[in-house]
């Protein structure tokens, strides 16, 4: 079993930046993908970005440029970098792990991120 625990959320004003971060504990676990999903009010949850333990990173096209992730091997932790936020990236932000050499993937409880004036 792996615990996914986020922080970082919170309310912003548009343009300003927030640091996701995303904390896997466990046992026996060794992760294969990291990565965000954002689910704004009355949508789908859907892939904001995610990194692969060689590093290889996928963004949505909404946040090239401005989202950057990362991952510390060491300490099972992923983090998400947000700048340059616009009110259309309020969400609530999951984080995602998948085990190497499965489809099992573990989901975080969710952080709310809310860019408002």
């Known amino acids: 079993q792996v615990q996914l625990v986020e922080s970082g959320g919170g309310l912003v004003q548009p343009g300003g930046s927030l640091r996701l971060s995303c904390e896997a504990s466990?046992?026996?676990?060794?992760?294969?993908?990291m990565g965000w999903y954002g689910q704004a009010r009355g949508k789908q949850r859907e892939l904001v970005a995610r990194?692969?333990?060689?590093?290889?990173?996928n963004y949505l096209d909404s946040g090239k440029g401005r989202f950057t992730i990362s991952r510390d091997n060491a300490k099972n932790t992923v983090y998400l970098q947000m700048n340059s936020l616009k009110p259309e990236d309020t969400a609530v932000y999951y984080c995602?792990?998948?085990?190497?050499?499965?489809?099992?993937?573990?989901w975080g409880q969710g952080i709310q991120v809310t860019v408002s004036s």
């Open positions: 995602n792990a998948r085990i190497r050499g499965t489809n099992i993937n573990y």
């Open positions: 466990g046992r026996g676990f060794s992760i294969n993908v």
């Open positions: 990194i692969f333990s060689g590093d290889t990173t």
